[in-house]
């Protein structure tokens, strides 16, 4: 599965978590640049994920404990995700 590397693996698993779901402190932590991670790099595995879906729920599931289904459902929520911190 592509893009499952830092950043992407630490925001979802350490914001997106299904115990802690802290989305707006992920979009406050960018807006105000206190990770220590680049942005555009985020932006850019979210993007090659949401191209290539194949197997995402699975590890959507062990990164963040959600039990999706299917790739379609994670996909969907992976991708309201990115509009919530990028599109904002």
């Known amino acids: ?10 925001v979802l698993h350490d914001y997106c978590h299904v115990e802690w779901f802290e989305l707006s402190e992920l979009v406050s932590d960018i807006k105000t640049d206190s990770r220590n991670f680049d942005v555009s790099i985020l932006r850019a595995q979210f993007l090659d994920v ?4 194949i197997g995402f729920s699975i590890v959507a599931n062990e990164l963040t404990g959600n039990e999706f289904e299917s790739d379609e459902e994670a996909l969907f929520w992976l991708k309201n995700i990115f ?6």
């Open 83 to 88: 509009r919530e911190i990028f599109e904002v």
């Open 1 to 10: 599965m592509p893009g499952f590397v830092d950043p992407l693996k630490s």
């Open 50 to 53: 949401m191209s290539n879906s």
